[in-house]
T-cell receptor, first 112, second 110 residues
């Protein structure tokens, strides 16, 4: 157990639907990062939050959004889902100024 | 453009057959290079951080080295349990976000 908890582990949904992925960071970590991993693209950075504030954005689609709550857990919302959104979604956390991310075990999203 | 490139894409070894994985980067002002191991369907697991050219880190059968243009992950006398995808990453831009290479899939046959 890495200390970063992601739920659910698996999600199967239909095109056009909306889903929410949840992440609880490791105790004491203020930064949360979301990554998407597909077979052809590898790990792609989506967005970073630090202590509730958005700090950096990657190539995140407008249909995707995220937030970090006062208790530091984070949610990634994916809407108007398309087949191409099927992927593994990882959350990682780190302490301030510490590059050593700790990853969760991921959520496998399948859009049918 | 800042980039991270890993080679080979896949490597198949016999148990005990040592080899090296490569990670080349083009980043101005390197602020560290990170190696991760990823097992199928699981999240990447942190292995090493290297910060300056000439630095080396070791863990069991793995040794990571860093030059000004690339890093190597040397695997000595690998075992089947070393089979995994090995990822390298560097911070690019601000706010500590890591950019990952596409990884090397290592398979060690008994």
């Amino acid at each position: 157990d890495s200390g970063v908890t992601q739920t659910p582990k698996h999600l199967i949904t239909a095109t056009g639907q909306r889903v929410t992925l949840r992440c609880s960071p490791r105790s004491g970590d203020l930064s949360v990062y979301w990554y998407q991993q597909s077979l052809d693209q590898g790990l792609q950075f989506l967005i970073q939050y630090y202590n509730g504030e958005e700090r950096a954005k990657g190539n995140i689609l407008e249909r995707f959004s995220a937030q970090q709550f006062p208790d530091l857990h984070s949610e990634l919302n994916l809407s108007s889902l398309e087949l191409g959104d099927s992927a593994l979604y990882f959350c990682a956390s780190s302490v301030t100024g510490n590059y050593g991310y700790t990853f969760g075990s991921g959520t496998r999203l399948t859009v049918v | 453009e800042d980039q991270v490139t890993q080679s080979p894409e896949a490597l198949r070894l016999q148990e005990g057959e040592s080899s090296s994985l490569n990670c080349s980067y083009t980043v101005s002002g390197l602020r560290g290079l990170f190696w991760y191991r990823q097992d199928p369907g699981k999240g990447p697991e942190f292995l090493f951080t290297l910060y300056s050219a000439g630095e080396e880190k070791e863990k069991e059968r793995l040794k990571a080295t860093l030059t000004k243009k690339e890093s190597f992950l040397h695997i000595t006398a690998p075992k089947p349990e070393d089979s995994a995808t090995y990822l390298c990453a560097v911070p690019i831009g601000s706010n500590y976000k890591l950019t990952f290479g596409k990884g090397t899939l290592l398979t060690v046959n008994p």
